[in-house]
Nanobody, 123 residues
Framework: QLRLVESGGGLVQPGGSLRLSCVASGVTLDVYAVAWFRQAPGKERERVSCINSSDAGSEYEDSVKGRFTVSRDNAKNTVWLQMNSLKPEDTAVYYC????????????????WGQGTQVTVSS
């Protein structure tokens, strides 16, 4: 069974950077698309980025385009989310999630989830 573990969250000042990691175990990640979602207090969970299984393409929500970059190394069973120029509105718990082969927008398409990592952007 696929297990996902996120790490790399923390407290950062506005304008700063963080790099989140999503490490998979149990099953090789190469047939899975991996998405990053986030959920702020009192708000719905939203997808911010996704990378397809073949690394042939990635998707970003408008709010993070040009600031966030998703990448993967299937040999390491790992997906990263590089977050630059962070803003207070990026504060949330960030989750990685996996779905077979391709990216989906809705969270219900993803069967495998990590436990989340907190990102706080504040001065």
């Amino acid at each position: 069974q696929l297990r996902l573990v996120e790490s790399g969250g923390g407290l950062v000042q506005p304008g700063g950077s963080l790099r989140l990691s999503c490490v998979a175990s149990g099953v090789t990640l190469d047939v899975y698309a991996v998405a990053w979602f986030r959920q702020a207090p009192g708000k719905e969970r939203e997808r911010v980025s996704c990378i397809n299984s073949s690394d042939a393409g990635s998707e970003y929500e408008d709010s993070v385009k040009g600031r966030f970059t998703v990448s993967r190394d299937n040999a390491k069973n790992t997906v990263w989310l590089q977050m630059n120029s962070l803003k207070p509105e990026d504060t949330a718990v960030y989750y990685c999630a996996a779905a077979i082969l391709r990216c989906y927008r809705g969270s219900q398409a993803y069967e495998n989830w990590g436990q989340g990592t907190q990102v706080t952007v504040s001065s």
